[in-house]
C-alpha cells in the first residue's frame, strides 16, 4: 500500500521535479534504443565472424521484437505494483547483461537467448507503459507535448547510436559496438536511482500543473490489495476483440511492424551492403529515417486533429507500400538522389501511423483506449517479428531482398484498405464505454470470485490433534 508522509505543497519550485523526471526518462529511453539500433549493423558481422545465416540471425531480433511487444501491455501494471524505479533498474539489469554477455557468446543459440528475451523483456519494460506512467503521473499541463518528446526517444536514440555503432563494428569489431550499448544503458542506472521517483507526492508535490492533492496517488481506499491491475490488460484485451474494429486496426498495425522495425530497421543496412555500400554509409542513412520520423509525428498529430484518423492511416499506409515496391531498384553502392528522397520519404512516414491509431483506439474504446492500443502495437511487433525472421530466410533462399520489400509493399495495400474501413465514430449501439465496461464487469466478476474462495477458507473446520 502506499502512502505518504511527505507534506503536500501546491506550490512547485522554480524547476519542477518533474522536468527533471522527464529527463532522466528521456535518457532511459535513449540508452535502450541502442541496442535497438545495434542488430541492424551487426548482421553481417555475425555472419562473417560465426557463419551463421542470416535467418538464424533474424531469428533471435524475431524474438526480441515479439518479447517487447507482449511485455508493453503489461508494463503499467508492473510498474503499478513493483514502482516505476524498480522495473527500470530490473529492465536495465537485464539490457546490460544481455548485451554485455554477446561478447562472449559461441552459439547461436546464446544469441536468441541474450539478443531475444533477455533484451527484449527489458526494452518491452520501458516501452508506451513506461511513457504514459510517466506522463499520467507527473504532468497534468503539457502532457501531451512531453508524451511526443519521450515517444522520440527511440528515434533519437537511433540517430545516436546508428552511425557510431557502425563505425565501431567496422574499425574496432562489433564486439566494441556490443559493449557500447552495455555501458550506455549501465551508466543510466545510477540517475535512475537517484533522480526518478514513483510519484509527486513521494517528494511532497503535486504534478506539474496540478493544483491540490495529486490525483495520480492512490489512496488506502481505492488500493486493492489482489491488484486487479495485473489482470485489466487480458480483461481489456478479451472485450475489444469481439469487435470489428480492434480487428482492423490490429491487421494494419501488425502490417505496419513488418515494414518498419522488422524490415527497414533490421533489413535495410544488409540490404545495402549486399549492393556495395558501406555499412556506415548506410547506417547514417536509417538514422537520418530516425531523424525525419520525429518530425513526421508531430506532424501527424497535428494532421490528426484536422483530418479524419482513418483517412490518414489508410493514405500513410498506401505511400508506404508504393515506395517499398520502388525500393530494390533504388538501392546501390552510393547514395543517389533518388535515394535520398526515399529515405526521407520514408522517415517522415515511419511512425506517422502512430496517432491517428491512438486516436481511434480512444474514439472507439473510451477510457480502455490506451490499453487497447497496447494491445494493437502487441499486434505490431508480432508483424515486425515474423518480418524479421522472413526476410531473412528470403535473403538466404533467394540471394536479395527483392520478394521481401515487394511483398511487404503490397501488405502495406492490404493495411490501407483497412484502415478506410474503420468508421470514425463507433457505430450503432457500440458506445466508447462499451469494452471499458465490459473489462470491468469482467475484473468484477474475477474479484468476486477471489473474494468467495477466500471467505470459504475462512469458514472452512480446522480441527487439531
Known sequence: MHTSTAPMSTRPPRLHRAWLVAGVSLLTLVAAAGFGATPGVLVTPLQEEFGWSRSTIS????????????TAPFAAALMERFGIRRVLVGAL?????????????????QLVLLWGVLVGLGTGAMALGFVATITGRWFVRH???????????????RLVFLPVLATLAVGSGWRSASWTVTIAALAVVPLVVVFLRDRPSDVGLAPYGATGEDPSAPSAASEPTAHPAAGRAPATLSAAARTRVFWLLAVGFAICGMSTNGLIQIHLIPAAHDHGMSE??????LALV???????????????DRVPAALLLGLYYALRGGSLLLLPS????EPHPSLLIFIVFYGLDWVATVPPTIALCRTHFGTAGPIVFGWVFACH???????????????????????????AGLLCFLAAAASIRIPNRPAGDQTREQVTDRAREQDEASDRGQDRDQDRGERSPVTSR
Open 290 to 304: 530516425g531523424v525525419l520520423d520525429v518530425i513526421g509525428t508531430v506532424a501527424s498529430g497535428w494532421l490528426t
Open 59 to 70: 531469428l533471435a531480433i524475431s524474438v526480441n521484437l515479439l518479447l517487447y511487444g507482449l
Open 381 to 407: 511487433q508480432i508483424g515486425a517479428a515474423i518480418a524479421a525472421t522472413a526476410a531473412g530466410v528470403i535473403r538466404d533462399d533467394l540471394g536479395s531482398y527483392t520478394v521481401a520489400f515487394t511483398g
Open 143 to 157: 502532457r501531451g507535448l512531453v508524451t511526443g518528446v519521450l515517444t522520440s526517444g527511440g528515434a533519437t536514440g
Open 330 to 333: 533504388l538501392l546501390a553502392a
Open 93 to 109: 539489469t537485464l539490457i546490460v547483461v544481455g548485451s554485455g554477455l554477446t561478447t562472449v557468446m559461441t552459439a547461436s543459440w
Open 280 to 285: 556506415p554509409v548506410a547506417a547514417s542513412l
